[in-house]
């Protein structure tokens, strides 16, 4: 199964700013998943990024808020931009390993404050 | 659109004994995928076990069992022998066949299972 190394693991933002989250995958994967999992509650799709293409956004999540890149086959980046309060999560990403399951990244816990 | 329902918020179990999370789900599709995921504090997303819809055989792995309802479109986990170390957030997921699709997991809101010593 693959390995992702995910980072930050936490980090404590003031509001208006932007974080990026980094996910570096130990194998070439097609697409690679970004979820957020807001206090409480069950993991929800962010977006699908693919390498050399535009990422596909969920309903209700946007580029200008949630931009990601792709420049290669192992790694992608999300940014949480102007952050409020109501950005706190965790963050994961996800690719499909050669096995038909997924492997995760451990997760960046964001605090707005 | 697919959507997947876990019932039970919160459970509780002694030690040793065995407890059922329930997962009900709804799609139109015809081959697809399940999955138990296992989430402890540490919020790493572990898989705990994994179905595909064509299969009728239930899978299995070590403590870890299903119970496939295709019909009914239901997919219960069963942990036998519950130790401490099962004490986590578990959530119940699908995919349909990759075939065309992005193939994303689309998850249940998660049953918190607490195993008590």
């Known amino acids: 199964s693959a390995v992702i190394s995910q980072k930050p693991s936490r980090d404590i933002c003031q509001r208006g700013t932007s974080l990026t989250i980094q996910c570096q995958v130990d194998s070439q994967v097609t697409m690679m998943f970004w979820y957020r999992q807001q206090p409480g509650q069950s993991l929800t799709l962010i977006a699908t990024a693919n390498q050399g293409s535009e990422a596909t956004y969920e309903s209700g999540f946007v580029i200008d808020k949630f931009p990601i890149s792709r420049p290669n086959l192992t790694f992608s980046t999300l940014t949480v931009s102007n952050m409020s309060p109501e950005d706190s999560s965790i963050y994961l990403c996800?690719?499909?390993?050669?096995?038909?399951?997924?492997?995760f990244g451990s997760g960046t816990r964001l605090t707005v404050v | 659109a697919q959507t997947v329902t876990q019932s039970q918020p919160e459970m509780s179990v002694q030690e040793a004994e065995t407890v059922t999370l329930s997962c009900t789900y709804d799609?139109?599709?015809?081959?697809?995928?399940l999955f138990w995921y296992k989430q402890p504090p540490s919020r790493q997303m572990i898989l705990v076990i994994r179905q595909e819809a064509y299969k009728q055989q239930n899978a299995t792995e070590n403590r870890f069992s299903v119970n496939f309802q295709k019909a009914a479109k239901s997919f219960s986990l069963k942990i036998s022998d519950s130790q401490l170390g099962d004490t986590a957030m578990y959530f119940c997921a699908f995919r349909e066949n990759y075939g065309g699709s992005q193939g994303n997991l689309i998850f249940g809101k998660g049953t918190k299972l607490s195993v008590k010593p």
């Open positions: 799609t139109s599709e015809n081959n697809y995928y």
């Open positions: 996800s690719v499909r390993n050669g096995h038909g399951g997924y492997t």
